[in-house]
C-alpha cells in the first residue's frame, strides 16, 4: 500500500529547468564574462544554487552574484515558466487523499519558495527536504530518508518520483519503488544510466496507476 509520494521538484513538478539555466547564464555572464550552455550548467547541478555558485564562479563577488541569482530567478519565473495544469491538478487531488505528499530537490529553499508561490502550490505538501536541509546531495540518498523519517513512513510505502539519473540513483539506494518521468517539455536526463523501477511519460499515466494501487 502506498503511504507518501515524494516528488523531486525541476523537471518533476515544474517546467523550471528553462529559469534555472537563465538565472545561472545571468550569473556567470555578469559576473565571470561567461558565456555557458545548458549543458554546462546542468552538470553543475547537485548542490542547490547557493553550492553552485560558491563552488564554480571564478569572481570572488559570490555573495553579490548569489542575490543576483534569485533576482534573476524572481523577476523571469513568469515569462519562462509556465503552470502546468495536469500536476496542479494531480497534486491537489493527492491531497484530497490518505497518500502523504513531499518534496525532495537539491533547490535551495528559497528558490523552491518563489516557485511555490508563483505556482500555487504552497501548502499542498506535507514535507519539503530542500538542498540546504542535507549535508550530501543528490545522488545520495540523505534527504530522501530524511522525508520518509518525517513522514514516518516505510520506505516499502513510499514512491520517489524524479527526471534525473541523480533521482533515480537516490531512491534506488533508499529501497523506495522509484518511477523516472519524463513528461515535461525539459527534463534533466533523456536515457537514465541507472534503470527506475518504472518510466513513464505522461502525468494522467502515473495518475491511474497511483488510483490503481499498482505498487
Known sequence: MVRAIIFDFDGTLANTLPICYYAFQSVFKEFDNRELTPNEILGMFGPSEVGIIRENLLSPHKEEAIEYFYKQYSQSHIDLV??????????????????????????????????????????LFDVIITGDD??????????????????????????????????????????????????????????????????????????????????
Do not use: C
Not at 493527492?94 to 523552491?112: E, N, P, V, Y
Not at 533523456?190 to 502515473?206: D, G, I, K, R, Y
Open 134 to 215: 542535507v549535508r550530501n546531495p543528490k545522488p545520495d540518498p540523505e534527504g530522501l530518508l530524511k522525508a520518509l523519517s518525517i513522514l514516518d513512513v516505510k520506505n516499502s510505502e513510499a514512491i520517489f518520483v524524479g527526471d534525473s539519473d541523480a533521482d533515480v540513483i537516490a531512491g534506488k539506494q533508499s529501497d523506495v519503488f522509484t518511477i523516472g518521468v519524463q513528461w515535461l517539455p525539459e527534463y534533466q536526463t533523456a536515457t537514465f544510466s541507472e534503470q527506475p523501477n518504472l518510466l513513464m511519460n505522461s502525468v494522467t499515466e502515473f495518475e491511474d496507476y497511483v488510483k490503481a494501487g499498482v505498487k
Open 82 to 123: 509556465e503552470a502546468n495544469h495536469d500536476i496542479y491538478e494531480l497534486v491537489t487531488s493527492l491531497k484530497g487523499t490518505d497518500i502523504k505528499l513531499g518534496i525532495f530537490t537539491g533547490k535551495a529553499k528559497r528558490s523552491l519558495d518563489i516557485s511555490l508561490e508563483k505556482l500555487h502550490l504552497e501548502g
